[in-house]
């Protein structure tokens, strides 16, 4: 007489590396910003003083951290955990079936820690300097139309991103230019939606 299998047991986080790659991906990023923040907005920062000019600053930051997105999209650690980096992206990803249900506490978890560990290595290195209003530890502020108008541009510009992904993605003779796709409206956001 042959015995049924035993009932599975689903573990809590069964991809544990996943989470703490994707985390890692995320931390890179903060200390990405974080530097870049403080060489091209910090007033002490000689690239600040060479180049008054706020847009051109803001151009500048949009292209380092679009270049670290793709970057670190195409890392051994990003094609591992699949490089969302963003708790919304991996809730995205839930919803369209790409990513399990007993794996968004863990990849949050992950990217929670990441980008806190990323800043706080920043922090220990650059001192005072990345607490300067200028910088503000690279936090997201709403500019002088207030916080409906950032709250509506975020909106905005996180579904334009989401959709550019999302279409890229799906057709597999582009689906290689996702990151790129990404990178770029990244660094548009950045330049021109930053203010706001």
């Given at each position: ?7 599975s047991?689903?573990?809590?986080f ?6 703490l ?9 903060l ?11 910090h007033?002490?920062?000689p ?6 000019d ?7 930051m ?16 990003g094609?591992?955990?699949g ?9 995205a990803?839930w ?10 506490a ?7 820690a ?5 800043v ?7 001192g005072?300097?990345l607490a ?15 916080v409906?108008a950032?709250?509506?541009a ?8 989401f959709?550019v ?8 003779r ?21 203010p706001v």
């Amino acid at each position: 007489m042959s015995q049924a299998p035993a009932p599975s047991r689903s573990r809590p986080f069964p991809h544990v590396i996943e989470y703490l790659l994707d985390g890692l991906g995320l931390g890179l990023f903060l200390v990405s910003a974080c530097a870049f923040a403080l060489l091209l907005e910090h007033p002490g920062s000689p690239v600040r003083q060479v180049l008054p000019d706020r847009l051109a600053r803001q151009a500048l930051m949009g292209l380092a951290m679009g270049a670290t997105l793709v970057g670190i999209v195409h890392s051994p650690c990003g094609r591992r955990s699949g490089a969302h980096l963003n708790p919304a992206v991996t809730l995205a990803f839930w919803r369209l079936g790409r990513v399990r249900g007993d794996d968004l506490a863990g990849y949050a978890l992950g990217q929670f820690a990441g980008a806190a560990a990323g800043v706080a290595l920043v922090t220990w290195l650059a001192g005072p300097a990345l607490a300067d209003p200028h910088v503000h530890y690279v936090v997201t502020r709403p500019g002088p139309a207030g916080v409906v108008a950032a709250l509506a541009a975020e909106f905005a510009i996180t579904f334009a991103l989401f959709s550019v992904v999302l279409r890229v993605m799906a057709d597999a003779r582009r689906a290689a230019f996702t990151p790129w796709a990404a990178g770029a409206l990244l660094a548009l956001y950045i330049t021109f939606e930053s203010p706001v």
